[in-house]
């Protein structure tokens, strides 16, 4: 089982900023393709970006694509999530997930943090 711990959520204004972190403090997080995906109050979980495993490949969704920026620094067994110009519609909580192989798809993520919330204010 590996545990995921999240943080860096937070309230911010329309067209601010945030960064979310996502660590495992008992495992090499690179070994990991990583993702992170939210999920807004009555909506099902979107995933909206991911990072292959010690390669830099990423995908982003349509959704986010353009203001967000997923990133990993090995160095400290951290993966990143930069957010920019949020919207109100980026409110959701934020989970951090991880799995053997890179996907896009956030049915196949194994292991799951316990999420951090994210609200944008208009």
């Known amino acids: 089982q590996v545990n995921l711990v999240e943080s860096g959520g937070g309230l911010v204004q329309s067209g601010g900023s945030l960064r979310l972190s996502c660590t495992a403090p008992d495992y090499t997080l690179d070994w990991y393709a990583v993702a992170w995906v939210r999920q807004a109050p009555g909506k099902e979980r979107e995933a909206v970006a991911c990072i292959r495993n010690k390669a830099s490949g990423t995908w982003y969704s349509d959704s986010v694509k353009g203001r967000f920026t997923i990133s990993r620094d090995n160095s400290v067994n951290t993966v990143y999530l930069q957010m920019n110009s949020l919207k109100p519609e980026d409110t959701a909580v934020y989970y951090c997930?991880?799995?053997?192989?890179?996907?896009?798809?956030?049915?196949?993520?194994?292991?799951w943090g316990q999420g951090t919330q994210v609200t944008v204010s208009s």
């Open positions: 997930a991880a799995a053997s192989k890179y996907t896009n798809r956030k049915d196949d993520y194994n292991y």
